[in-house]
């Protein structure tokens, strides 16, 4: 790409903006980042970048130069980079329409053609809640989790634990990790006891990750609570991103029936990550196993989507399916986490387009992927994504892509589960059972009776407390959600 | 706008899946009934018949009618002496007199003319229009294109989707 990066990304505008988005989009970010202002590190290139970008992209004459040998540049990258990325769309064509349309999107990022098969190294951080909660069962099975990944690490890993509860001390370090006994001497000495500062953990679990960040390597923080925190969401939140930005991610495991479900997604999403449920603290062990065997098989991290859609499209939501489902939001760019070797990462974007009408190519939007590949040096690797449809005047016959449905059964099934929740907190109990109950039966159908089950005596519970239970609100999230992995069982609903 | 058939609840063009009930908008076209595996059919059959309803939940006056066992829904069958039951799919040339689309027939694997119920002197018939998945009286499959008496309280089941007769006079 000439210069380093796409001037149509850094500002954030898609590549057909007028004179007016450019100034817009321009003044906003030197607002942010003009050197009078901005605190950190980097910003300072940042602002003169998109000084650069904006001064090509509104003179017509180095615009039309710039954007030739953009789309050279983009030919270029996706002939030989080491990824690729296959496109589906929900309809092969747009209806010309004076009303809005939904259009939905599967994205596919793999590994390319000739992949080394070779485990990276990992760069792990466990961060144990041992707030009073934990006591007995929970910390004691986490204790024993932990210490069989500790066995289980290769010469070139390295591995941290952290514990937290009002405060955060390293229970045992990189070089303590290495030697099995002493570790477990260090792990013996973890006692539980006062609050959930999840803040305090993250921070120093992060700080320990970052001293032994390997660029080659897979650098992963696997959360584990029970309980909520308090008054320091924001300080999460912002840890979050910076990991993301570094290309730490971020996995959140739930025990029990008190975690703030909702703060932990939105950590593992903005980091690309995931989170895990756990009803029982006994699965912790086979979780941990999986977390740790799923870093080995890393072919890329730090994997983001970045670019914007056209004037006429805006992202309505975006789902990624695998390799753990996941809701990720709307903003661009996007953190999709690491890439693994023998599969992919599947996204499901819904869009609306707005009125179109005239019949030709529609330009959904142009995206940039990107993504460390492991072992292939410090330069990210990037592969253009081009989005566009025909519009056409006649509705198309043949059947949505069948893939596409099967997911979006799936979604629709989870979002239910999301809006009785959100009717629930409303005070809306009545509708909110209904819904359940509405659910139960989709369910039903789809042969997922413990699931139904979980919904009905929901359903039942609302009409009698007006509330959810807290477990039960989990449950459905979670188990809806995994719905997702199963492989799509009929081509109905 | 699109309306949801349903629950009525409007999305833009292009929705898949209704977001308010989760039905799903979009039909894979006039395409093959959805096969449903035999033992399964056989299986929920099985399962033991409900109690025939007693006349009060007859409110709509009907003299004969269908209830639709999972959603409690009764389909009166009045004005004339028969039914055709299926699900219309738009485009269809000949559409079942009762269609059962609002009950997720699709899913259950009811065919888009799958049955016919005769209302005659003697006694109320079901007739399987050689559905795909298939007719069962109270467990029982029928024979395709022939008519078998029912009574009050039997189970008529349409590839997975069960229903009950419900008759005033008991016949």
Redesign the interface.
Known sequence: MPGDRDYYALLGVPRNANTDQLRRAYREAALQLHPDRNVRAGDTELFLDIGRAYEVLTDPDRRAAYDQELDASETEAASKSSLRCLVQH??SAL?Q?D??????VLLDILPGESVAPTRPPINVCIVIDRSTSMRGQRLDQVRSATLAILKDLQAADSACIVAFSDRAEVVVSPEQAKDVTVARSRLSLLQAGGGTEIGQGLELGMSELTKTFSREGVNHLILLTDGRTYGDEETCLRIAEAAAEKGITLNGVGIGADWSDRLLDDLASRSGGNVLFLDTPKAVTDLLQRIFDSLGKVFASRVRLEGAFSDEVDLRSTFRLYPDPMPMGDAMPMTLGHLPRDGRIRLLLEV?VHPVSTVGDLILGHFTLSADILGLGAEPQTHPVRLSLPVTKEPE????AQE??AA??Q???Y??QE?ARHEAELGQSSQAARRLE??A??LL?ADERELARAALSEAERLNHSRRLSTEGEKILKYGTRALLLLPAK???? | ?IECPSCRHQ?????????E??T?L????P?PT?AIPRDRVNAEALVTKPAPPEGPELESGALIGLRIL?TGDILPLIGRDNFTLGRAIEGQAVIPDIDLGAF?A???GVSRMHAEVLLEEDSVYVVDLESANGTLVNGKPLEPQRSVPVRHGDVIQLGRLRMQLVSRYRG
């Open positions: 929900s309809r209806l329409l009303e809005p349309q939904v259009h939905y609306v016959a043949s059947p949505p596409i449905v979006l059964s979604i629709a099934l979002r239910m809006k509405n659910l039966t989709h159908a009929t081509g109905a609903p | 706008m999305e833009f063009v292009g929705t898949i899946y209704c977001s009930c989760g799903r979009v039909h894979a076209g395409g959805m999972n997720n699709y899913d259950f």
